[in-house]
């Protein structure tokens, strides 16, 4: 069964840093490019960063791009997101999902339950 679980959001001041890791389970995320979503309180799910299967190209929403950097470890089957310099407007829950492309609108699976980043002081 194919599962992701976020994890690592939390309350953070505005300029704080937090680290989300995506655990994946029942599919091998090498096989597969792996992004990061967002989705603010009233509005769309937007794609925020995604990384090709060897990690050797990414792509970045504007608004992140300097900020957040993605990776990922195919050993641990994991993906993370590093952002840095969080500002209030990337308050949201974030999710995790992957395709057979680096820009996808409509990914492969299921959505996880999503971590939750509030920035604000």
């Known amino acids: 069964q194919v599962q992701l679980v976020e994890s690592g959001g939390g309350l953070v001041q505005p300029g704080g840093s937090l680290r989300l890791s995506c655990a994946a389970s029942?599919?091998?995320?090498?096989?597969?490019?792996m992004s990061w979503y967002r989705q603010a309180p009233g509005k769309e799910r937007d794609l925020v960063a995604a990384?090709?299967?060897?990690?050797?190209?990414?792509h970045y929403a504007d608004s992140v791009k300097g900020r957040f950097t993605i990776s990922r470890d195919n050993d641990k089957n994991t993906l993370y997101l590093q952002m840095n310099s969080l500002k209030p407007e990337d308050t949201a829950d974030y999710y995790c999902?992957?395709?057979?492309?680096?820009?996808?609108?409509?990914?492969?699976?299921?959505w996880g339950q999503g971590t939750q980043v509030t920035v604000s002081s």
């Open positions: 999902n992957f395709d057979t492309r680096l820009i996808s609108a409509k990914p492969l699976g299921s």
């Open positions: 029942g599919f091998t995320i090498s096989s597969y490019d």
């Open positions: 990384i090709t299967p060897g990690g050797g190209t990414t």
